[in-house]
Nanobody, 123 residues
Framework: VQLQASGGGLVQPGGSLRLSCAASGFTFDDYAISWFRQAPGKERERVACINSSGSSTIYKYSVKGRFTISRDNAKNTVYLRMNSLEPEDTAVYYC?????????????????WGQGTQVTVSS
């Protein structure tokens, strides 16, 4: 199983980025996928999740209306579109594959993680 996150970078406040998570080594369209982030000195937190079919999404309250998670099951890829970025969004962003039971819907167990991509929001 491999998850490859990409698309991070340096952006000014109010700017946008799109992260990608390319997956391989498992039946991609069977599993929910989440994006997490971890800022220096802070705990890792989930920012968005999408179920296996793409029909259902969940967002952390502080990113609702600014971030959009989507997936293309034909390309084995999950995306995170981030608009109106704020300095507080600065973190390393990771994608993760759902683990445990009910793997096709969002939940709290994850068994594989990507390597992370740095997002820095600064003027």
């Amino acid at each position: 199983v491999q998850l490859q996150a990409s698309g991070g970078g340096l952006v000014q406040p109010g700017g946008s980025l799109r992260l990608s998570c390319a997956a391989s080594g498992f039946t991609f369209d069977d599993y929910a996928i989440s994006w997490f982030r971890q800022a220096p000195g802070k705990e890792r937190e989930r920012v968005a999740c999408i179920n296996s079919s793409g029909s259902s999404t969940i967002y952390k309250y502080s990113v609702k209306g600014r971030f959009t998670i989507s997936r293309d099951n034909a390309k084995n890829t999950v995306y995170l579109r981030m608009n109106s970025l704020e300095p507080e969004d600065t973190a390393v962003y990771y994608c993760a594959k759902r683990g445990g039971n009910f793997w096709y819907i969002c939940g709290d167990e994850y068994d594989y993680w990507g390597q992370g991509t740095q997002v820095t929001v600064s003027s």
